[in-house]
């Protein structure tokens, strides 16, 4: 007698064999006879309980749609030479769905039986159902290079840019795709590792000019030091996983969840299910669902995986491109909760009274389905009344009763005040090239803070968790500003004729009433930036400081565990804290637990420098286009050598140096954050409106070079052209002061209506 197969067995024959799937079938398939029917009927029984399979009609089948990212199979090329694919993971009701497979000319050739991780677009065609584009070929690691190509009669070589490269790499004559001499090229390993001799690539994309905008993120992460290789094993890792099914976990398939994101959003962490308080004791509360995805049922302590994961400490996100903490497999595919497909996920069930505030809460490991995937657009226009074909539907029992709650959670985060900056996030929007097409600012919406206030709560619950049950576990730390800063801060209030309380514990409430004051003025901006600089930076830690910027007195990162590291140990911590498996926090863990924080905290400030440096090349790039031409913004910035503007289309910030503020030697007042004319009186301080000029962009260092035209609506003389006869007299350098006081006494610079703006 046939022994009886394995489940991962059962489920790949089912998913090969789609019109074969009744127990007949199967049972016929492995040889199993007389009495192993038996456990073969209870093995099937239990992947059905398990959620791996859906029983229709006597038949098995895998219960939903392909999701985005998945697993394929090359098969054969058909009479016209077209590539299909079919799919290792399918959970449809039917016959897994044809695929085609639709190269790029760079994507290296493909054969029958390739395993291929594909990103897959439904479309409606006779003789297919989905087309894959290759984002990897299983098994198949190539190490990467970003180099400059340099032409030769036979093929050609690479200089990586890499500052720690010792070699060049040889590329063939059919393997170059055609570079041209001097471009940027990103090429990967075509020779085996460990030949002797110069080892050879195989170019894969022409990146054109190392100074062009597609050339900036690239060289940002190797001049940064971010590694965007994975490993072989770590990728190994990935490719032999299978999706989590019920068994150890919670069915929380009834519940409505779904989730919300960006529109051009890849991956999904997180999603979201609210409704009223059943309870009679809880007059006008309601019941928040936040579930997250389960990375740590894959990353698991001491894997490739997790070691990787820790190196990186987060993912870094550029205008064209993500380097992931995770590969693709994970982060893309079966850690991401995408609309209708089952996936393993840990969920806190949170419950507030109608003042917003949490009066318990509860964690649970499960298995959840999403209803939809949704974007902040349609979810706001969706709750302004104008709802599209997908969000009708959900209305009324699932997005109404999320913004319920969400008034309530607003309620209580107005009570408890935390910092409240209004700093629009810059927007880059390239072209398929690679070109900056235009340059805004992105929206703000009721959506937006809907997510954001039910994740802060859904992290303090967790934070709250651990701490009660004494694990281990990494806070996310924000200190107090220092008194120095705190003390600059008053003075550049004091300079704009607003005021920020002296002699007592600061609190975020007190300089919320100094951005309150300041909104819809001038200096609305600029006392906004003034308080961000002010601010110490977040870190993690071992040790609870509290957070207090957020005037939360514990608080963790629990949201994000596909791209950050903390989050992925505090989800450890809390399977250790539940018991719910081996998967939790390891001896070592907690023994690294200080290291991990210091790291991942630096890995943080790595990721930020290289996405700033990133956006300041992509817009001086855009704006090099634009040289000569005047532009308006506003005094951001006071140095020894200048000013710096911040411009009020493209948020970007460059510097007028000294020589082009004007025709007068300008003295520098460190402590008044100004300059002032020796010639003129004219004083120079931050928030002034200007008009400049752009003398130079340079996309290579992101730097911007401006002259300045005018000031508050009043004409600069330029360099070399005297000021005039009967100009102020020259004054000391220590009047600055002195005249910044003086225009506060006589009302300052004209600030009109202070009004509050809806923030």
């Keep these: 007698m046939a022994e009886l197969p394995s489940k991962d067995q059962l489920r790949d024959w089912i998913a090969d064999n789609a019109g074969q799937t009744s127990k007949r079938d199967i049972a016929k398939a492995f040889g199993v006879k007389g009495a192993a029917r038996i456990d073969l009927k209870r093995m099937l029984k239990e992947l059905e309980a398990e959620g791996h399979l859906q029983r229709q009609h006597r038949h098995y089948r895998d219960p939903d749609k392909l999701p985005p990212v998945t697993v394929l199979e090359i098969m054969a090329p058909n009479a016209d030479g077209d590539l299909f694919a079919k799919p290792l993971e399918w959970h449809g009701d039917g016959a897994a769905p044809r695929v085609l497979y639709v190269p790029r000319d760079s994507d290296p050739a493909l054969g029958e039986g390739d395993r291929i991780l594909g990103r897959v677009n439904g479309v409606r065609a006779e003789d297919h159902q989905y087309e894959a584009r290759l984002i990897r070929r299983i098994g198949h690691n190539p190490r990467r290079i970003l180099g400059v190509f340099r032409k030769r009669t036979e093929g050609g070589r690479i200089t990586p840019i890499d500052k720690g490269a010792d070699r060049e790499w040889q590329v063939p004559p059919g393997a170059t795709h055609g570079a041209k001499d001097g471009e940027l090229v990103e090429a990967e390993q075509a020779s085996p590792r460990g030949r002797l001799g110069l080892p050879t690539a195989r170019i894969v994309e022409r990146l054109g000019d190392p100074s062009a905008p597609r050339a900036v993120s690239l060289i940002a992460i190797h001049q940064y030091g971010i590694p965007d290789d994975f490993p072989d094993r770590a990728i190994d890792e990935a490719d032999r996983m299978k999706p989590a099914g019920l068994s150890g976990r919670e069915d929380l398939r009834h519940l409505p969840l779904l989730t919300i994101d960006p529109a051009d959003a890849r991956d999904h962490d997180d999603a979201v299910h609210a409704h009223a308080d059943d309870d009679a004791k809880n007059p006008g509360g309601h019941v928040i669902w936040v579930a997250i995805a389960d990375v740590a049922h894959y990353a698991t302590p001491g894997s490739a995986l997790d070691a990787e994961a820790r190196l990186r400490g987060n993912s870094t996100y550029f205008p064209d491109r993500v380097v992931p903490m995770l590969p693709d497999r994970l982060s893309g595919d079966l850690c991401s909760l995408h609309e209708g497909v089952p996936r393993a996920c840990i969920a806190v069930r949170m419950r507030i009274n109608a003042q917003g505030d949490k009066i318990g809460h509860s964690f649970h490991r499960g298995l959840m389905r999403s209803v939809a ?146 909104a819809g003025s001038d200096v609305a901006e600029m006392i906004n930036l003034v308080t961000l600089r002010s601010m110490t930076q977040a870190y993690y830690s071992p040790e609870n400081f509290g957070h207090f910027g957020l005037a939360l007195k514990c608080y963790a990162h629990f949201t994000s565990p596909i791209r950050r590291y903390a989050d992925l140990m505090v989800h450890r911590g809390l399977i250790t804290a539940h018991g719910w498996g081996k998967d939790g926090l390891s001896p ?23 996405e700033r440096d990133t ?36 948020g970007a910030d460059g510097l007028i140096p000294m020589r082009a503020l004007g025709a007068e030697y300008f003295h520098y007042d460190r402590d008044a954050h100004t300059l002032m004319g020796a010639d003129t009186g004219r004083v120079i301080r931050l928030g002034q409106k200007v008009t400049v000029r752009l003398a130079e962009a340079v996309p290579v260092t992101g730097g911007l070079m401006f002259d300045l035209i005018s000031i508050d609506g009043d004409s600069v003389a330029p360099k070399g052209r005297s000021a005039g006869r009967g100009s102020p007299s020259r004054r000391k350098p220590g009047q600055a002061k002195a005249r910044a006081r003086a225009d506060r006494k006589g009302g300052g610079p004209a600030r009109g209506k202070v009004t509050r703006k809806r923030r």
């Design 615 to 650: 956006t300041d090349r992509y817009l001086a790039a855009y704006l090099s286009e634009h040289v000569g031409n005047e532009m308006t913004g506003r005094i951001s910035g006071i140095a020894r050598f200048g000013a710096f503007v911040r411009l009020d289309e493209t």
């Design 588 to 610: 070592d863990d907690i023994e690294r637990l200080p290291a991990t924080a210091e790291h991942i905290s630096e890995t943080e400030r790595r990721s930020m420098a290289a």
């Design 373 to 518: 995937s949704l974007d902040y657009r349609e979810v706001q226009e969706a709750l302004d009344g104008n709802p599209n074909d997908k969000c009708a539907p959900l209305l009324e029992d699932v997005l109404k009763p999320l913004e319920a709650a969400h008034r309530a959670v607003a309620r209580a985060r107005e009570e408890r005040q935390p910092l409240d900056l209004d700093l629009p996030e810059r927007r880059i929007v390239l072209s398929d090239k690679g070109e900056v097409l235009s340059v805004n600012f992105r929206e703000r919406l009721l959506a937006h803070r809907l997510i954001e206030d039910f994740m802060v709560l859904a992290n303090v619950a967790a934070a709250e968790t651990l701490t009660a049950r004494r694990i281990p576990t990494l806070y996310r730390v924000h200190e107090e500003p220092s008194p120095e800063k705190l003390e600059a801060l008053r003075e550049t209030a004091e300079a704009s004729g607003l005021t920020l309380a002296r002699g007592q514990v600061l609190q975020t409430r007190h300089l919320n009433k100094l951005l309150h004051d300041a």
